[in-house]
């Protein structure tokens, strides 16, 4: 049976404690309601908790930020597997299978870096929002939308992204309430520079987002005419990730480190 209790914080998209992004983990069974799970994701603060719930050979994955559920998130799954990795829910020979309600996933481990196979994300050109540069100090040189209302905006340099200073009430005004600005990298260890902002979920900035760059890679993939790159997220914490394009799927690269392990005491 389950141990419902046991719940974990997991550094995403790093091997250094207190950078990339924390996400909370909790192996559960079916018998955890979706209120409980939410409410545990608002206790813990973090721009996502996972909640796994074995199913036969395959796991089951949802995501919840403090405000809501989501469908997908990249870092949750990349702490999830490091998880089910280090409990040895897994052989670290054995891919691990996701179902989500973003679509099923799947997670190698390559020595220390796992390596998630997510869908493409389609993107469309749109015409560049007149208020954009109120709600970030600055005017992109194109726009684009994506599924779950994800805007990205491209900055003619580096600094604009380094710079920005988002405005969240009249980000989500102007419906930029899930938003990625990028730009090419000016760093060598990099190939493209991002930041990602989500207030309509409860997030103002997620310190390092996996799942966009599902619409990310494509982009720079066309962009930088190559189909494998590095990116550097410019949040306080950074994060890198490596990135492949690979038809219609892009993998997703990155190690994670635990922090902490703890019961709930209800």
Known sequence: MTDNKRIFQV???TDEPFKGNPAGVMIVDESMTSDLMQNIAMEMNLSETAFIIPDKREFKIRYFTPATEIPLCGHATLAASHIIYELGLKNKLEPIEFKTKGGDLTVNRENDWLIMNFPVFPIHRIDIMPDFKKSLGFSPVEMYSSIYDWII??????DEISNAEPDFELMKKNGLGNLMITAKSELQQADFVVRCFAPASGINEDPVTGSAHCALTPLWADKLRKTEM???????RTGMLKVRLKNDRVEIIGKAITIFEARMKI
């Open 11 to 13: 550094d995403a998209f």
């Open 153 to 158: 905006a491209v900055a003619e340099n580096e």
């Open 230 to 236: 590095d990116s550097f997220q410019l949040s306080k």
